[in-house]
């Protein structure tokens, strides 16, 4: 795939999100960090919002799971040929809480990108360090119909 494509990929499926105002991906408000076509990755920061927040003072595991999604469905967008990748099914595992204010970065990778399926994963960390917040791995339809 070309660079070109990628970035237009990229570029449609930030924009499709951030445009349909109070939806869920719109309130969370990505942030492209960067991208890896050798990799086949995509980095995503999302700032952890009060609203987000669980009783612990934590971002709520639905919000990190729902930041995950967002990651790994657009690694699974951009290099698949798709028109929309829908969710088939995540797994997630949760390390360690992340505070109001902090931010979240997301490493999103297809594994695997096949004419019907995308297997990816996605590694979320601190911004100003390494340190494992939550892993997860999914798989995506690469659905061709238009919406």
């Not at 494509?5 to 999100?17: E, P, S, T, V």
Request: charged share 15%; hydrophobic share 40%; with cysteine.
């Amino acid at each position: 795939m070309e660079k070109d494509y990628i970035q237009q990929r990229l570029h449609d499926f930030i924009n499709r999100r951030l445009q349909a105002q109070n939806t869920i991906n719109a309130m969370m408000e990505m942030r492209v960090l960067s991208i890896n076509m050798n990799k086949k990755q995509v980095i995503l920061q999302f700032p952890v919002q009060k609203w987000q927040l669980n009783p612990a003072g934590h971002m709520h595991g639905g919000m990190l799971s729902t930041a995950m999604d967002i990651t790994m469905g657009c690694a699974s967008y951009i290099f698949s040929d798709a028109s929309f990748t829908p969710t088939i099914q995540m797994s997630v595992n949760f390390d360690k809480g992340i505070a109001e204010h902090e931010t979240l970065v997301i490493e999103g990778y297809c594994d695997h990108v096949g004419s019907r399926i995308v297997q990816a994963r996605a590694i979320a960390h601190f911004s100003d360090s390494d340190a494992l917040v939550a892993t997860a791995n999914g798989s995506y339809a690469v659905n061709h119909r238009q919406n």
